[in-house]
């Protein structure tokens, strides 16, 4: 557990508070984003991807995907005229931690 507990220590480092998880609980809340989630588990996608594996409208995914990465659960990369969408794997594995280990700064 070697790399869990130096993930803890990093965003304990960045002051990450029980507000800023509750938020983030928050937002995995809804379904939809949950599945967006899920989506980006092992791979990167682009809107048009997500759009055809969710049957959701462009507007719907913008306002999830803003949420998602205002609380960098996801994060983008441009690659041309394309926005490429993934997970934020360091933040997935330390919420995983505190899950796990009921390491939470209360």
């Known amino acids: 557990m070697k790399i869990d507990k130096r993930l803890s220590q990093e965003y304990n480092n960045k002051n990450m508070k029980n507000k800023d998880l509750a938020k983030i609980f928050k937002i995995l809340g809804d379904e939809s984003r949950l599945k967006i989630v899920f989506s980006l588990f092992n791979k990167t996608l682009n ?20 949420l998602l990465l205002s609380s ?27 899950l796990k280990e009921g390491e939470l700064n209360i």
């Open 47 to 66: 809107a048009s991807d997500l759009l055809k594996m969710l049957k959701i409208e462009q507007s719907t995914l913008s306002h999830h995907m803003k």
């Open 72 to 98: 960098k659960i996801v994060t983008s990369k441009r690659k041309g005229k394309f926005i490429y969408y993934s997970l934020n794997k360091n933040l997935m594995n330390y919420l995983s931690f505190i």
